[in-house]
C-alpha cells in the first residue's frame, strides 16, 4: 500500500477531484495548506490590475492511501489535471504504508483501504 500527498491549488482541487473519482479513487482526506516554497523567488504578479504575492497562493493538501496497483494512474491522474504550467502548481508526494486498519469493522491491510470504486480500478 502507499500514501500519496498531493499539493494542488485551490483553483484546480474541484478538477482534480472530479478526475480522481472518474477513475475510482472516491475516499481520500484533503485540507487547506499554506506554506513557502520557489515561486517566492519570482516575486509579485499582476493579474488584472491586482498585485498579489505568488507566495500566498491557497492550496490543498489531498491525502490518499491505496493499493499499489493504483498509485501510478492516481499519481498521472493528478498531476495532468493540476497541471497549469506557471510556477506553483504544487507537488506530489509517495509513501510506503506498513499497515492500516479500518475502525469500523477491524479489517486490514488493503482490505480496510477498499471502497465502492474498486470495481472501477480493475
Same mark, same amino acid.
Given at each position: 500500500?502507499?500514501? +500519496?500527498? /498531493?499539493?494542488?491549488?485551490?483553483?484546480?482541487?474541484?478538477? %482534480?477531484?472530479? =478526475? $480522481?473519482?472518474?477513475? &475510482?479513487?472516491?475516499?481520500?482526506?484533503?485540507?487547506? /495548506?499554506? !506554506?513557502?516554497?520557489?515561486? @517566492? *523567488?519570482? &516575486? @509579485? @504578479?499582476?493579474?488584472?490590475?491586482? %498585485?498579489?504575492?505568488?507566495?500566498?497562493?491557497?492550496?490543498? $493538501? $489531498?491525502? +490518499?492511501? $491505496?493499493?499499489?496497483?493504483? %498509485?501510478?494512474?492516481? +499519481? =498521472?491522474? +493528478?498531476?495532468?489535471? /493540476? @497541471?497549469?504550467?506557471? %510556477? !506553483?502548481?504544487?507537488?506530489?508526494?509517495?509513501?510506503?504504508?506498513?499497515?492500516?486498519?479500518?475502525?469500523?469493522?477491524?479489517?486490514?491491510?488493503? /482490505?480496510?483501504?477498499? &471502497?465502492? &470504486?474498486?470495481? *472501477?480500478?480493475?
Amino acid at each position: 500500500m502507499k500514501k +500519496i500527498e /498531493a499539493i494542488v491549488r485551490t483553483s484546480k482541487f474541484e478538477d %482534480v477531484k472530479a =478526475e $480522481l473519482k472518474k477513475i &475510482g479513487i472516491d475516499f481520500f482526506s484533503y485540507w487547506e /495548506a499554506s !506554506g513557502v516554497g520557489n515561486e @517566492h *523567488l519570482r &516575486g @509579485h @504578479h499582476s493579474y488584472r490590475g491586482t %498585485v498579489y504575492d505568488t507566495q500566498y497562493i491557497p492550496r490543498i $493538501l $489531498l491525502s +490518499i492511501v $491505496l493499493r499499489d496497483e493504483n %498509485v501510478s494512474k492516481t +499519481i =498521472e491522474c +493528478i498531476e495532468k489535471t /493540476a @497541471h497549469t504550467g506557471e %510556477v !506553483g502548481d504544487g507537488m506530489i508526494f509517495c509513501y510506503s504504508i506498513e499497515e492500516s486498519i479500518r475502525i469500523s469493522n477491524g479489517a486490514r491491510g488493503e /482490505a480496510s483501504t477498499s &471502497g465502492p &470504486g474498486d470495481a *472501477l480500478l480493475k
